[in-house]
């Protein structure tokens, strides 16, 4: 057989296997958007199934026998940039996934599915000990499979980079320490400030189908393309691709706080356009999404933070939204809006939390999931640790569980390492942001001017067309020509609210 045609025969291989996982995602976000109770328990075992289908074919003889050909030919110079990153994906895929016994692996993805679902209904009721068994469980899986993948420094490095690449803890450490010591002072002077920029409008009568308009108007004018994806509520937003011709977004509607749903929106609008402004070249290929999490979170946060919540944004859309709103903010100004929903002051929940507060969450999230992977701490112990430590960064302790430990469904799902992406897209977007500025001097003039067309089209050439071939540091570095440097999110976050809250200059080293 040529080369050629064994090319062919292990794209074509590769493709069955993306194909399933086309299917696994359909299913997983009919689950989460709208599947009836009793469809949870058979479901799980249709993507269990399928989902250990996948694994038996990333982990077969075949697969084995394919990459050590391709990288044959890889190594001789006779294939394409994205063949090679490719296999150079799926061979990190393949050698992690053959140190975890089939069976296992089967049986932890029909756990993940029956936990989320339990998650779920334990967020509802208020009630942590229907979910902690789940939990126990999914955590004895994070543990033991670790053990499988191996380590060097610490287990929190083997899920932190696969969510990351090339992140480690040792990094994080710094990072969050570095951010932690410039944020605290102005979090400090924000919150004795005396200002509160509430107003009791925003808490009016909203009608979903009314919100579901806004917000679909927003995707349109922001680019969304929804001749590949569509919009749908959820208890938990997110977006998913199912392919790059087929992009979903979902939402959830507050009745008495229109604006959730509308920054809600927007993050994961970011999300999405991400994926939906792959290259073609990479159609079909398992490096046709975003190259990290990281950078994923960084789009989803630079459209609803720094272009979402700008004033800029607000001057050419708040009359628009005034007049689909009926009256509701007849009494609030553009400038009383722009503070409204940039105001600043602790809260429960992270998806609610403001840009100076977030970085807090997550921190608490990532040192729960270092100590429960090391042993240090029980799930049964994780009600009061979660409220020690929301006590001790931001100074206030949830009443309920549901607005505390069980209000993310992460963990239900295992993902450890996840959280600190979060922080890290923040980051990565101030550094961004920074750099569009320069290419694109009239970037406010932009955003006033609702043309986001010329936006994505240069977030489309500098990021969102490579997918996943290259890794999350690479890409800073080509197109801010520095790897991570958080005096860009420090000094983006002083300027906006030193100036929001009319402050003296916080930190002045």
């Known amino acids: 057989m040529s080369l050629k045609d064994y090319e062919a025969s292990f794209l074509d291989y590769v493709r069955k296997m993306l194909n399933i996982e086309e299917a696994i995602s359909v299913l997983y976000w009919d689950l989460r958007t709208g599947a009836p109770k009793n469809a949870v328990s058979q479901r799980s075992n249709v993507i269990s199934q399928l989902s250990a289908d996948v694994f038996k074919m990333s982990t077969s003889k075949d697969m084995a026998h394919y990459l050590i050909t ?63 068994p789940y939990l126990t469980e999914i955590i004895d899986y994070k543990r033991k499979f670790v053990e499988y993948l191996g380590y060097k420094d610490c287990k929190y490095d083997t899920y932190l980079d696969q969510y990351e690449p090339g992140m480690t803890v040792n990094k994080l450490d710094e990072v969050f320490s570095e951010v932690r010591n410039k944020l605290v002072p102005i979090v400090k002077a924000v919150s004795t400030s005396g200002k509160n920029f509430e107003k009791e409008e925003m808490k009016a009568f909203v009608s979903t189908q009314k919100q579901k308009e806004i917000c679909e108007q927003l995707l349109t004018s922001l680019g969304y393309n929804f001749d590949a994806g569509r919009l749908d509520p959820t208890p938990h937003p997110f977006a998913t691709s199912l392919n790059l011709g087929d992009v979903r977004v979902t939402t959830k509607y507050h009745e008495n706080n229109f604006e959730k749903a509308i920054f809600s929106t927007i993050h994961e609008c970011g999300h999405a356009l991400y994926e939906q402004n792959i290259s073609k070249d990479l159609d079909g290929l398992p490096i046709a999404h975003g190259a990290s999490l990281g950078i994923h979170e960084s789009q989803s946060l630079l459209y609803e933070k720094i272009i979402g919540q700008s004033y800029e944004f607000w001057k050419s859309n708040y009359p628009k939204l005034k007049e689909q709103l009926n009256g509701v903010l007849d009494n609030v100004t553009l400038d009383e809006f722009y503070k409204v929903i940039n105001n600043s002051k602790p809260s429960f929940i992270r998806i609610e939390a403001d840009e100076l507060t977030y970085p807090l969450h997550v921190m608490i999230r990532y040192e729960i999931e270092k100590d429960l992977l090391d042993g240090k701490i029980q799930v049964s112990e994780l009600p009061l640790i979660w409220n020690q430590k929301m006590e001790e960064y931001l100074g206030i302790i949830p009443e309920t569980d549901r607005e505390g430990v069980l209000q993310d469904v992460h963990w239900s799902m295992g993902h450890f390492g996840y959280f600190p992406t979060y922080a890290l897209g923040a980051m990565y977007a101030a550094q961004i942001k920074a750099t569009m500025e320069k290419e694109l001097p009239n970037f406010s003039e932009l955003i006033e001017t609702n043309d986001f067309q010329t936006i994505l089209d240069w977030l489309k050439v500098n990021i969102h067309q490579y997918g996943a071939m290259k890794e999350p540091q690479q890409i800073l570095k080509d197109v801010t020509g520095e790897e991570l440097n958080v005096k860009y999110f420090v000094n983006y976050l002083e300027s906006k609210y030193t100036k929001l809250y009319e402050l003296e200059e916080v930190n002045k080293s």
């Open 70 to 132: 391709m990288e044959e030919a890889i190594s001789a110079g006779k294939c394409s940039l994205e063949v090679e990153k490719t296999v150079k994906y799926l061979r990190k895929q393949y050698d992690q996934n053959t140190k975890i016994p089939v069976d296992e692996f089967e049986a932890f993805v029909k756990c993940q599915a029956i936990s989320e679902s339990v998650w779920t209904e334990a967020k509802e009721e208020n009630n942590f000990a229907k979910f902690e």
